[in-house]
């Protein structure tokens, strides 16, 4: 008897979107998946930046700059509306990869928060 994979929750569906998009440096379908006033935070309760067109012109810039730039998931917890995903993340080939944790609320199929926790270390 074989098993299918389940289908995703639909509060999982923009992070998925950003994610891809990500590894593509596709900056327009990255911004679709974020909500017009997304707040980004870079630890929790430290507001970083807000807004879609903010977040286009940051990430629009990274991803020219970093051609090698691509993301992998390592562990997803879901939880309601909330997306906790445990990444690596390489910035550039033959350099190590990086630890980071990025924890999305989800609104409506959108993504209206991200809260980004860096490792001690990093």
Same mark, same amino acid.
């Given at each position: 008897?074989?098993?299918?994979? @389940?289908e995703? @929750?639909?509060?999982v569906?923009?992070?998925e979107l950003? #994610?891809?998009?990500?590894?593509?440096? /596709? *900056? /327009? #379908?990255f911004?679709?998946a974020f909500? /017009? !006033?997304?707040?980004v935070?870079r630890q929790?309760?430290v507001?970083?930046?807000?807004g879609? /067109?903010?977040l286009h012109?940051?990430y629009?810039?990274?991803?020219?700059s !970093? @051609?090698? #730039?691509?993301c992998e998931?390592v562990?997803? *917890?879901?939880?309601?509306d909330?997306?906790?995903?445990?990444?690596?993340v390489?910035r550039?080939?033959g350099? @190590?990869?990086?630890?980071?944790?990025?924890?999305?609320?989800v609104k409506d199929?959108l993504?209206v928060e991200?809260?980004?926790?860096?490792?001690h270390?990093q």
């Amino acid at each position: 008897m074989s098993q299918s994979k @389940p289908e995703a @929750p639909a509060v999982v569906k923009p992070v998925e979107l950003q #994610l891809k998009a990500y590894n593509s440096r /596709d *900056i /327009d #379908l990255f911004a679709s998946a974020f909500s /017009d !006033t997304v707040k980004v935070y870079r630890q929790p309760g430290v507001l970083t930046y807000q807004g879609r /067109d903010e977040l286009h012109k940051r990430y629009g810039a990274m991803f020219a700059s !970093t @051609p090698d #730039l691509h993301c992998e998931i390592v562990n997803r *917890i879901v939880a309601g509306d909330v997306v906790i995903d445990q990444e690596k993340v390489q910035r550039k080939k033959g350099e @190590p990869r990086t630890d980071a944790i990025a924890v999305y609320r989800v609104k409506d199929g959108l993504i209206v928060e991200v809260t980004f926790i860096p490792p001690h270390n990093q």
